[in-house]
């Protein structure tokens, strides 16, 4: 399958915002984010649910994605739109190849990661359970939106001018530490970086599907519909 020219190159401005804002999204906010609710439930004099705070908190999430990647969103909005086939092409092939490759991955590496539990997945689980409406627009809708803007529209599309081979190893790892970083902090064991391998393979699909599908909504879709089918995994 050819690969299909991306959407044009972010702006100056997109890319020192969206530098700005990932590396909050990724260092600072999975830390300020409750203290910051704290603070608001004391000056609001009324407790805030967990479920409202995740909520809040991904709102807040896309709304800050949609503002200051508008413009790059309606370039590849149209790339979607213009080729259409190819674009639902890629992400076919790519959710047959998530599924494909992620068993091969574990059944490679699961000794590895067999002392490791991946507190991401007990912690989403939780929440699907405790709040699950909630939960399940988070995790089919909103967090991928921003997550693919992020990690495949940010990271990967502006290294791919560059360097292909950076941008799909780059973009992978960030992906990768992403899901596994707090907790290490937290448990204080550094151990926990093990479980990085589980999503490398995600990235890798994820960065394939936008790279092979020229729009970053070719990964986007490959990304709602894994999490969906977890989801829905989840509240059988």
């Not at 260092?27 to 479920?51: H, N, Q």
């Not at 259409?84 to 092409?89: K, S």
């Not at 490398?200 to 986007?220: E, I, K, N, Q, R």
Request: hydrophobic content about 55%; proline content about 3%; some cysteine.
């Amino acid at each position: 399958m050819a690969k299909r020219r991306l959407a044009g190159p972010m702006s100056a401005g997109e890319q020192i915002a969206g530098t700005v804002f990932f590396l909050i999204y990724l260092v600072v906010l999975p830390f300020a984010a409750a203290p910051m609710f704290r603070l608001a439930s004391t000056l609001l004099g009324t407790a805030i649910s967990e479920s409202l705070r995740n909520m809040i908190y991904y709102y807040v999430l896309f709304a800050v994605t949609v503002i200051v990647f508008h413009g790059y969103l309606g370039r590849t909005s149209r790339d979607f739109a213009e080729h259409l086939p190819g674009a639902l092409q890629a992400s076919v092939i790519g959710l047959i190849a998530l599924y494909g490759l992620n068993e091969l991955l574990y059944r490679l590496t699961g000794p590895l990661s067999a002392n490791r539990t991946n507190l991401n997945d007990i912690t989403i689980s939780a929440q699907i359970q405790d709040a699950p409406r909630t939960t399940v627009l988070i995790v089919v809708l909103l967090a991928p939106f921003v997550e693919e803007v992020l990690f495949r529209g940010l990271v990967f599309g502006n290294l791919r001018s560059k360097s292909r081979f950076l941008a799909y190893l780059i973009s992978c790892l960030l992906f990768a530490f992403l899901h596994v970083w707090q907790y290490a902090v937290v448990r204080q064991d550094v151990t926990y970086f093990v479980l990085m391998v589980q999503y490398l393979v995600p990235g890798l699909v994820l960065a394939w599907a936008y790279d092979h599908g020229g729009t970053l909504w070719s990964s986007v879709l490959v990304h709602v519909s894994a999490n969906a089918l977890a989801a829905w995994t989840m509240l059988r």
